[in-house]
């Protein structure tokens, strides 16, 4: 079975700062990785994946996420953040060519000050 | 149109009562869960089910049912609701061909037992 671990149930950060979200996975075979983001009051809504190919992946809004196979990590990344990027952010894990059931992360609140 | 609906969005109920949760979805998926949210524990698997015959458990599908109407409606049962179910309620579709990986959420019900 597969687990995620986000390291940081909370990252206050100034606007324009540069902000990294951590996440770990644990898993014995090939898995896709998924950052989610809930702002306030609505459902998850899919920021980025990782399925295959590069190892970086990028969202629209700015947000990347690399996947590193040795650290089993897919930290998530966001070079200068807006009040916008306020919310929270969920680390998911599937199997590849499984049941495609994700195991979620307990989720990181970032809060971003002016 | 929002793609998945849940009605309703906020519902206050005492200790004992019957609550049925109700989720509707307009993007043809075949497969649809239930999660709850509470702080801090992120998203928990309640049910899922992979086609309108299939019903599976989740991790915590103690003191739920389910039903699945038809491709569209999966419904979420508390039979006699306990203060320690309140939490925020996600219903998520997932398709399974073209991006059979991402989920898609609704906007959640909260639901409050006292």
């Known amino acids: 079975a597969q687990s995620v671990t986000q390291l940081d149930s909370q990252v206050p950060v100034f606007e324009e700062a540069p902000v990294e979200l951590r996440c770990n996975y644990s898993?014995?075979?090939?898995?896709?990785l998924f950052w989610y983001v809930q702002y306030p009051n609505q459902g998850l809504q899919l920021l980025l994946k990782?399925?295959?190919?590069?190892?970086l992946v990028k969202s629209i809004n700015g947000f990347e996420a690399e996947f590193n196979k040795s650290q089993t990590s897919f930290h998530l990344r966001k070079p200068s953040v807006h009040i916008s990027d306020t919310a929270e952010y969920f680390c998911?894990?599937?199997?590849?060519?499984?049941?495609?059931?994700?195991?979620f992360g307990r989720g990181t609140s970032l809060i971003v000050h002016p | 149109d929002a793609d998945v609906t849940q009605t309703p969005r906020n519902r206050i109920t005492k200790t004992g009562k019957r609550i049925m949760l109700e989720c509707s979805q307009t993007?043809?998926?075949?497969?649809m869960y239930w999660y709850r949210q509470d702080p801090g524990l992120g998203l928990r698997l309640i049910y899922y089910?992979?086609?309108?015959?299939?019903?599976n458990k989740g991790e915590i599908s103690d003191g739920y049912s389910v039903s699945r109407q038809a491709q569209a409606k999966f419904s979420l049962s508390l039979e006699s609701a306990i203060p320690n179910q309140t939490a925020l309620y996600f219903c998520?579709?997932?398709?399974?061909?073209?991006?059979?990986?991402?989920?898609?959420f609704g906007p959640g019900t909260r639901l409050t037992v006292l």
């Open positions: 998911a894990v599937s199997k590849s060519g499984g049941s495609y059931i994700p195991t």
């Open positions: 089910s992979f086609d309108v015959k299939d019903i």
């Open positions: 998520a579709t997932q398709g399974i061909g073209g991006s059979p990986d991402t989920q898609y």
């Open positions: 898993s014995s075979v090939s898995v896709y």
């Open positions: 993007k043809g998926h075949d497969r």
């Open positions: 990782y399925l295959s190919g590069s190892t």
